[in-house]
Nanobody, 116 residues
Framework: QVQLVESGGGLVQPGGSLRLSCAAS????????MGWHRQAPGKQRELVAE???????NYADAVKGRFAISRDNDATTVYLQMDKIEPTDTAVYYC??????????WGQGTQVTVSS
């Protein structure tokens, strides 16, 4: 049973920074792809960033140059460093992972609210 535990969301002022973390278990194997999606009120869930086990990262255009995704060497924890945060970044952020067997799993989500 894959479990994802997200942390790091909260209230932040425009221009500020946050770091989201997602710890995936079991830790007996690494996940092929780890990523973050977000869903703003009234909008569809969208990809924010994802990273492969080999370290290749992919970003949504809206966050390029502001957010950085990384993972630990075991590919069981993924991070999202969010800098120069904008009000449009307000959303629930979801961690998702793909197992080596091709199954996808989602976290419960963590709220990020950008407000002055």
């Amino acid at each position: 049973q894959v479990q994802l535990v997200e942390s790091g969301g909260g209230l932040v002022q425009p221009g500020g920074s946050l770091r989201l973390s997602c710890a995936a278990s079991p830790r007996t194997y690494g996940f092929s792809i780890m990523g973050w999606h977000r869903q703003a009120p009234g909008k569809q869930r969208e990809l924010v960033a994802e990273i492969t086990r080999g370290g290749t990262a992919n970003y949504a255009d809206a966050v390029k140059g502001r957010f950085a995704i990384s993972r630990d060497n075991d590919a069981t924890t993924v991070y999202l460093q969010m800098d120069k945060i904008e009000p449009t970044d307000t959303a629930v952020y979801y961690c998702n992972v793909w197992t080596p067997w091709g199954t996808e799993h989602w976290g419960q989500g963590t709220q990020v609210t950008v407000s002055s």
